[in-house]
């Protein structure tokens, strides 16, 4: 109502309301002022300073008194509610310390320091009152003195807060009358202003109203006539739009929203049309058919200044609207808007159908002639066959046949025609004579019909037969079933494969005398090759036993002390006996491969150790040469296969060993690629590539025939008898690979291998047991049981003196307690009369071998039935292995002894009586305890259903050596450290190495040029974690001071044998966390002869390691604070 005064008007409703409020507010101020005096008047609190003088006389007055009866002896009160009281007259004091009732207190007169004084006496008295007792007069007078003024004190204070409290409400009192009458005043005048205010409005309103009736009966008119011409427009049933002249939004009705709902959002009354536009462009509603935003819209601006225009636009849902602009009189515009969308379909479908009938009689006409062109190339098909053709329709009709059907009728071909049924075609055929002339032949045609409608009758859709011709001839008719029901059948000739199938007929009665005659021939000729292989076989055992002898008694005499010159005889004595042995295996190897009885045993393994340790090998044969050995090997490679692993790294050995023997100077490298996997299979392929001399073109024909060894003249002088490549060809024929090579004169070779293998999976237990054995090595530096070292009584089944004594002696040396027996016979004796924890049987051995012995003892009762039981023999043909392992043994040890072998066993037969001692009972390993922990060439092989369920060969020890098991370790890449920068560019995982850093002239070599197995260290952190891998690297810090120590004192008391022990430790130590440079000069020390080149090595040795032991310490995994511990000791 405000907006219809006028100024005047405004000003004093104004000026009426403002007084009005400020009254109402003083009114309101004053009323709460009030209602907070009034509320301090009515308010009672325990800080009243009158309630807290009297209970505070009260309290004194009441301790006076139980004082007073506990002096007079009364039995009911004692010194605990003395001091009870006294306590409660303490606890008055602390209300008259703070709050509104010490700011009374200070109000009132005379009585400021009151409170004060009153807690200063109990202060003074309390010591006398703790030690009052009903004797202490004079502690009570004193007492007694010290309180009575306080009795009238506190009665006076009580009185004069009750007249400075009521004194105080007076004053509040008269405060609170005062600020009524101002209430009163304010509210008065408030309503004073508030009635003027609504009166002069009333009149205003009067006189308003008069003038609005005027105005709303003119309004009312001109509504009518508004209403009159919007329900017009609404009810057209196209969309309507009006704008004035300045083309602003006037009115619009439903159907426009219908038609166009998201630009109608933006009709509102004076909103410029192009910015409806606008909005429906913008939100997607508009088909702006590719033009920018700003054209389309200037477009339509231009559109519509024209005096009438009719246009059509595509919305983007699809509809077609039709927009017809027209201007008025006054310069606005009228749209009409209409929806043509089912009419732009219909269009359109007219237009496809157009389309697509022109489309189908163009097909139709194609399809026609597509149609007479089959059927003229089927005609010229059926009948350029060699073979008769007919086809019968569904209803067994004749449809179809060829030239050569139509000759098998001679004269009556005439009469074959399309729709005879087939019973007349048997008729046609045989008045044809195409079939034997029968005695009946209504009885011939029934019969044929009869089939036939068995034929109809099957579900089969082939069917196959022969007969004979009236010619003599015969032909085979293969009957095919159609889709559509139908048959269609072929007549083959075969009278000549007839002729040729009795000759074969009588052929094979003659073949069958031949078989015969070879089978008695194949019986004389296994005859002798088992005569062969036992002549092998004795001939292995025969060389075998003393070489175990002679290698046995030169591993002994190494461990003692020895001059220069017998140091290196022994050498010399142990490598040739070694040459021998690989020349017995490979004669024996060609044996079994020639004679087709070599068989594979397949285990799962792992492919990156094996890769591993062949290059290892490589390394470590080049010696002092300048040669590199490396390995590419994809770590995306699977780890684990199923496949013969010992006949694998046969050919993989001696592909390397070839390669080491004839490269001087230069690179060897070891590449293992994926050629093609299918499923689970992947065929690798191994390529050993060296620098070395080459082999001229007329040796390598020569390469893979047996016994032919020459590569070059001068390459005589390498030893060998021709038949490792042969084997290697062999062993891969048996594997279903094949075997290369590429060599020129003067650049080197490539020899290589493919061969397809399983994929296995998992390596956790493998990685778990390393962890295990790295933690053995570090704290050892030998394998360890987890219990003290334990003495076993050990049976030596032996015939042969030396033998006895190589292995009695080793045993004993090992702390071990020996027992011999010269055949199975006395073996039994000796297990009758005490218990042994271990057993090592010959197998050839006179009154009782050792097979015999070992079935005896299996079949024993009690305890000795299970003594572990390992063969110790020279038969190392694989059916020697199959047949002692048929009798119970536990394992099969080959002579000579590889005493890293049988230590495993040691290792495990300790462990194992260990454990049966804690649990006081005997209890033997089980196959699987030690399969954890001994080299898979001691174990008996695994049954077919063993294979199925095994685990792959991730436990067992190579060689029985934790040196060798640490070098599997070399298997995974890219974790904390980075590869060595020579080597980066290549591709797969290169180890690399330069052989020679063991050559006795190191005085030249530049020690700060040390370089880690980095991929080593990587590989250890990927199995064992970082948090181990620290822990280890603890370990080897403390042992390496140890060894350094050592190594000191005796190169100082130039003690040569501790000098050697201490660097053969150093090797494996170092070795292990990637120093290899610095574990070769040990490995040189270690067999250095000479004293005097021990002492020009040790110091280049000394420094190399401190040097790698100081990269070492660089890595982020060093506990920093142990590391600088350990260095400053």
């Excluded at 045609?445 to 036939?452: G, S, V």
């Excluded at 008898?721 to 048996?734: A, E, F, P, S």
């Excluded at 440079?1077 to 420094?1103: C, G």
């Amino acid at each position: 109502m405000i907006k219809h005064l006028s100024i005047r008007a405004r000003l004093v409703s104004l000026t009426l309301l403002l007084l009005f409020v400020g009254l109402l507010t003083l009114t309101v101020i004053t009323a709460l002022r009030y209602e907070r005096v009034e509320q301090r008047l009515n308010q009672v609190t325990t800080e009243n300073a009158v309630w807290s003088a009297a209970q505070t006389e009260l309290e004194l007055s009441r301790f006076l008194t139980t004082l007073d009866g506990y002096m007079l002896g009364f039995e009911s009160v004692g010194k605990a509610d003395v001091l009870l009281r006294f306590d409660l007259l303490w606890s008055r004091m602390e209300l008259f310390k703070s709050g509104t009732l010490k700011r009374e207190i200070a109000e009132i007169e005379g009585h400021d320091d009151l409170v004060a004084r009153l807690e200063q006496v109990l202060v003074d008295v309390e010591a006398d009152l703790r030690l009052l007792d009903r004797t202490s007069l004079q502690a009570f007078e004193r007492i007694r003195a010290a309180f009575d003024p306080f009795t009238n004190q506190l009665r006076d204070l009580t009185l004069d807060s009750l007249k400075w409290d009521i004194d105080q409400r007076l004053e509040i009192q008269d405060q609170m009358t005062s600020m009524l009458n101002q209430m009163g005043w304010f509210s008065g005048l408030a309503i004073v202003s508030l009635c003027s205010l609504l009166g002069f409005l009333f009149y205003y309103e009067i006189r308003t109203n008069r003038l609005l009736r005027q105005t709303l009966e003119a309004q009312e008119t001109v509504v009518a006539a508004r209403r009159r011409l919007s329900d017009a427009v609404e009810n057209i049933n196209e969309g309507f739009l009006l704008c004035d002249h300045d083309d602003n939004v006037v009115m619009w009705n439903s159907k426009m929203e219908q038609i166009c709902p998201v630009s109608a959002q933006a009709l509102k009354h004076g909103v410029p049309y192009i910015e409806v536009l606008r909005y429906g462009a913008v939100n997607n509603e508009f088909d702006l058919d590719g033009r920018p935003l700003d054209d389309w819209l200037d477009y339509r601006r231009v559109a519509r200044k024209k005096m009438a225009a009719t246009y059509e636009m595509k919305l983007t849902d699809g509809r077609w609207i039709r927009v017809s602009d027209r201007h008025t009189e006054d310069g606005g515009i009228v749209s009409i808007r209409s929806d043509i969308t089912e009419m732009k379909r219909r269009e359109g479908e007219l237009e496809d159908a157009r389309t697509k009938l022109s489309h189908q009689a163009r097909e139709l006409a194609r399809m026609a002639e597509e149609a007479d062109a089959a059927r003229d190339v089927l005609d010229d098909a059926v009948n350029s066959l060699d073979e008769s053709l007919v086809m019968f329709d569904a209803t067994d009709r004749l449809q179809l046949f060829n030239r050569r059907f139509r000759d098998l009728y001679g004269d009556l071909a005439h009469r074959l025609r399309h729709g005879i049924t087939y019973e007349e075609v048997i008729r046609l055929a045989v008045d044809a004579g195409i079939y034997p002339p029968p005695d009946d032949v209504e009885a011939l045609i029934a019969d044929r019909m009869k089939k036939r409608r068995a034929a109809l009758m099957s579900k089969e859709v082939h069917f196959r037969h022969q007969e004979p011709t009236g010619d003599g001839r015969w032909i085979q008719i293969s009957t095919q079933r159609t889709r559509a029901g139908g048959m269609v059948s072929v007549f083959t000739d075969i009278t000549e494969a007839k002729r040729r199938t009795l000759e074969i007929q009588s052929a094979n009665e003659r073949l069958e005398v031949q078989a015969t005659q070879l089978k008695a021939l194949a019986e004389e000729a296994q005859a002798a090759s088992k005569a062969k292989s036992e002549f092998l076989s004795m001939i292995s055992h025969e060389i075998r036993t003393p070489m175990n002898a002679i290698l046995g008694f030169a591993s002994l005499l190494s461990d003692s002390e020895l001059t220069t010159d017998q140091r290196r005889f022994i050498a010399e004595i142990q490598q040739s006996g070694h040459r021998l042995l690989g020349l017995i295996s490979d004669t024996i190897d060609y044996s079994e491969l020639d004679a087709g009885g070599m068989k594979l045993e397949t285990n799962p393994f792992n492919l990156h150790r094996m890769a591993r340790q062949s290059v290892r090998l490589a390394q470590d044969a080049v010696g002092s040469r300048e040669v590199r050995v490396e390995l590419k090997l994809d770590p995306e490679l699977p780890k684990v296969y199923f496949g013969d692993l010992k006949r694998l790294t046969q050919v993989l050995t001696h592909l390397m060993s070839n390669a080491t023997k004839f490269t001087q100077k230069g690179r060897i490298i070891l590449s293992i690629e994926e050629v093609e996997t299918h499923g689970p299979r992947h065929k690798l392929r191994f390529t050993v590539h060296d620098s070395g001399s080459g082999i001229p073109l007329d040796i390598q024909k020569t390469l893979f025939r047996p016994f032919e060894r020459k590569r070059q003249d001068r390459d005589i002088t390498q030893p060998g008898v021709g038949l490792g490549l042969v084997i290697c060809k062999r062993l891969l024929d048996l594997m279903g690979g094949e075997i290369g090579f590429e060599s020129t004169v003067g650049y080197g070779s490539s020899f290589w291998f493919e061969v397809t293998l399983e994929q296995s999976e998992g390596t956790e237990l493998e990685e778990m047991a390393l962890l295990e054995n790295v933690n053995a090595d570090l704290n050892n530096n030998e394998p360890a049981l987890n219990s003290e070292p334990i003495s076993l009584h050990v049976l030596v089944v032996e015939d042969t003196t030396a033998s006895q004594l190589v292995i009695k002696t080793a045993l004993e040396k090992r702390g071990h307690m020996v027992t011999t027996a010269r055949d199975g016979q006395e073996a039994l004796e000796a297990i009758e009369r005490r218990d042994f924890d271990l057993i090592l049987m010959d197998m050839q051995m006179p009154t009782m071998d050792g097979m015999t012995a070992t079935r005896k003892i299996r079949a024993l009762r009690g305890p000795q039935a299970r003594i572990p039981i390992y063969a110790l023999s020279a038969q190392v043909m694989d059916s020697d292995k199959k047949a002692a392992f048929s009798t119970g043994l536990n394992g099969y040890l080959t002579k000579p002894i590889i005493w890293e072998e049988l230590d495993a066993v040691l290792r495990v037969t300790s462990r194992n009586v260990a454990r049966a001692a804690e649990d006081h009972a005997f209890t033997q390993a089980t196959p699987q305890d030690e399969s954890d922990q001994l080299p898979p060439e001691i174990l008996p092989p695994l049954t077919e259903e063993g294979k199925e369920n095994a685990e792959p060969d991730v436990f067992a020890l190579p060689n029985g050596d934790w040196h060798a098991e640490l070098e599997r370790l070399e298997a995974i890449v890219n974790g904390h450290l980075n590869m060595s920068s020579d080597e980066e560019g290549e591709a797969g995982v290169p180890m690399t190495g330069v052989a020679g850093s063991n050559d006795h002239d190191h005085k030249g070599e530049d020690a700060s040029g040390v370089e880690l197995d980095l991929q080593s260290l990587e590989d250890m952190v990927e199995a064992v974690g970082e948090d181990v891998f620290s822990g280890l690297l603890d370990t080897f810090f403390s042992n390496a001071e140890d060894l350094f120590e050592q190594f000191d004192s005796a190169l100082h008391a130039q003690d040569w044998d501790q000098v050697r022990k201490t660097a053969h430790r150093f090797a494996g130590l170092l070795s292990q966390f990637g120093a290899h440079m610095a574990a070769r000069q040990a490995s040189t020390i270690e067999v250095e002869p000479n004293t005097d080149t021990i002492n020009d090595l040790a110091s280049d040795f000394l420094q190399c390691a401190r040097k790698s032991v100081s990269e070492l310490k660089k890595l982020p995994y060093v506990n920093r604070e142990l590391t600088e511990a350990a260095s400053s000791t």
